[in-house]
């Protein structure tokens, strides 16, 4: 292994996307929320990644997985990495993942080697442990990968531990930007976290797919955060809503998001006349709507039917499924024709959570093959894995990824 990534709060789904993106030979799991890949970390898109909190590369398998292994092991190496750290005040971190030890234990390695990296001669700041997992704002906020920047990484394995320094952490100002600071925002219709937006784009893409060029739609955009993530990643963009209410929304937000700071389609606009748009937006019902150009994938929260704050009666819940279940095979239906052959979709649909992780699902999904379309199967995750919810939501987002037959 060359790099290792930190998944999120659900690790299948952004194991998942590691594998639709860079294929199943290249990653796999090492541990509950820890991928391995065997790329170079400045190989990786990390900014394009929704469902892994931190990239590492990784420095060496360490011989054993107690924790006293690991602290002869650092205690020794420590000193002899220091002449590749630049001058300068070191802002040294420490994470564990998988070993029995507490954070007030981890918090001691650390001051011992604070200790060794004084008397090799140079100066440096320990960030403390209130986990064994720093979280992302101490890493992104002490700088630990600026250039004096070091947060070890240290994942148990049966007999080795990977030694790792991160690399890159999730931008967590950015996805505030990208989530609340956007001028139009509705609770009403929904709101899809910028996260899963990454997530099931690039679910609906693979390493064949050619990135610019692409043109991503969302029938379904809503306040147009998949289409916002669409072209954070380079693709052009296609959106429709059955809601001209929804249409106007999204051509504000992403008009807003046009002049953000890093926008990547900030320096074509100026060689555009005034009124350029880098998408294309219309009024449309999902169920009977041309689109045109033919877009090259389908990425989509879908309509997710009644939203509930307490268990449904369970004839109010059936029903509810029937009338989704009819609008999202009429969807399914009429897309089929517009796509060409292999076109990968993926569609966020609504299941119900009616106990704890147990979950009533759409009649349709078992019934993909005969709307004209095959199921992607993943190595490394089962389809079942692939819901996105919290304890207490009744209504999650099953994450159906498909290819037009």
Same mark, same amino acid.
């Given at each position: 292994?060359?790099?290792?990534?930190?998944?999120?709060?659900?690790?299948?789904?952004?194991?998942?996307?590691?594998?639709?993106?860079?294929?199943?030979?290249?990653?796999?799991?090492?541990?509950?929320?820890?991928?391995?890949?065997?790329?170079?970390?400045?190989?990786?898109?990390?900014?394009?990644?929704?469902?892994?909190?931190? +990239?590492?590369?990784? =420095? &060496?398998? /360490?011989?054993?997985?107690?924790?006293? !292994?690991?602290?002869?092991? #650092?205690?020794?190496?420590?000193?002899?990495?220091?002449?590749?750290?630049?001058?300068?005040?070191?802002?040294?971190?420490?994470?564990?993942?998988?070993?029995?030890?507490?954070?007030?234990?981890?918090?001691?390695?650390?001051?011992?080697?604070?200790?060794?990296?004084?008397?090799?001669?140079?100066?440096?700041?320990?960030?403390?442990?209130?986990?064994?997992?720093?979280?992302?704002?101490?890493?992104?906020?002490?700088?630990?990968?600026?250039?004096?920047?070091?947060?070890?990484?240290?994942?148990?394995?049966?007999?080795?531990t990977i030694l790792a320094q991160t690399y890159a952490v999730q931008d967590i100002d950015s996805y505030t930007l990208r989530d609340r600071g956007r001028p139009k925002r509705d609770a009403r219709v929904g709101m +899809?976290?910028?996260? =899963? &937006?990454? /997530?099931?784009?690039?679910?609906?893409? !693979?390493?064949?797919?050619? #990135?610019?060029?692409?043109?991503?739609?969302?029938?379904?955009?809503?306040?147009?955060?998949?289409?916002?993530?669409?072209?954070?990643?380079?693709?052009?963009?296609?959106?429709?809503?059955?809601?001209?209410?929804?249409?106007?929304?999204?051509?504000?937000?992403?008009?807003?998001?046009?002049?953000?700071?890093?926008?990547?389609?900030?320096?074509?606009?100026?060689?555009?006349?005034?009124?350029?748009?880098?998408?294309?937006?219309?009024?449309?019902?999902?169920?009977?709507?041309?689109?045109?150009?033919?877009?090259?994938?389908?990425?989509?929260?879908?309509?997710?039917?009644?939203?509930?704050?307490?268990?449904?009666?369970?004839?109010?819940?059936?029903?509810?499924?029937?009338?989704?279940?009819?609008?999202?095979?009429?969807?399914?239906?009429?897309?089929?024709?517009?796509?060409?052959?292999? !076109?990968?979709?993926?569609?966020?649909?609504?299941?119900?959570?009616?106990?704890?992780?147990?979950?009533?699902?759409?009649?349709?999904?078992?019934?993909?093959?005969?709307?004209?379309?095959?199921?992607?199967?993943?190595?490394?995750?089962?389809?079942?894995?692939?819901?996105?919810?919290?304890?207490?939501?009744?209504?999650?987002?099953?994450?159906?990824?498909?290819?037009?037959?």
């Amino acid at each position: 292994m060359k790099s290792i990534c930190i998944l999120g709060r659900q690790p299948a789904l952004g194991l998942a996307e590691l594998e639709s993106l860079y294929g199943t030979e290249t990653v796999s799991l090492v541990a509950p929320n820890v991928a391995a890949l065997e790329l170079e970390a400045k190989d990786i898109n990390f900014p394009r990644l929704g469902g892994s909190t931190r +990239l590492a590369r990784v =420095l &060496a398998e /360490i011989p054993g997985s107690d924790w006293k !292994s690991v602290e002869k092991y #650092l205690a020794k190496t420590v000193p002899e990495h220091l002449q590749y750290v630049p001058e300068g005040k070191l802002q040294l971190g420490l994470s564990a993942f998988g070993f029995d030890i507490s954070p007030a234990k981890l918090t001691a390695t650390g001051l011992t080697l604070k200790k060794i990296i004084r008397a090799a001669g140079r100066s440096v700041r320990l960030v403390p442990n209130n986990e064994l997992e720093l979280n992302t704002a101490q890493v992104l906020h002490n700088h630990l990968t600026g250039k004096t920047g070091w947060e070890l990484l240290l994942v148990r394995q049966k007999d080795t531990t990977i030694l790792a320094q991160t690399y890159a952490v999730q931008d967590i100002d950015s996805y505030t930007l990208r989530d609340r600071g956007r001028p139009k925002r509705d609770a009403r219709v929904g709101m +899809l976290p910028p996260k =899963l &937006a990454q /997530i099931i784009i690039n679910l609906a893409t !693979s390493d064949t797919n050619p #990135l610019y060029g692409s043109i991503v739609l969302d029938p379904f955009c809503g306040t147009g955060v998949v289409l916002q993530e669409a072209t954070w990643m380079g693709f052009d963009v296609y959106g429709s809503d059955l809601d001209p209410r929804m249409v106007q929304y999204t051509d504000e937000n992403l008009m807003w998001f046009l002049e953000q700071p890093g926008c990547p389609v900030e320096d074509i606009r100026a060689s555009q006349p005034p009124d350029w748009r880098y998408f294309s937006l219309e009024e449309g019902d999902a169920t009977t709507h041309q689109w045109s150009p033919r877009p090259n994938i389908v990425a989509c929260e879908t309509y997710l039917g009644r939203t509930y704050t307490a268990q449904p009666e369970r004839g109010n819940l059936s029903q509810n499924i029937t009338d989704v279940n009819t609008i999202l095979t009429k969807f399914l239906r009429n897309v089929h024709p517009q796509l060409a052959p292999g !076109s990968r979709l993926c569609l966020a649909v609504p299941a119900w959570q009616t106990k704890p992780n147990t979950f009533r699902h759409l009649p349709l999904v078992d019934q993909i093959s005969d709307l004209g379309y095959n199921r992607v199967e993943f190595e490394r995750v089962r389809n079942d894995e692939l819901i996105y919810y919290r304890s207490d939501q009744i209504v999650a987002r099953q994450l159906l990824v498909l290819t037009r037959k």
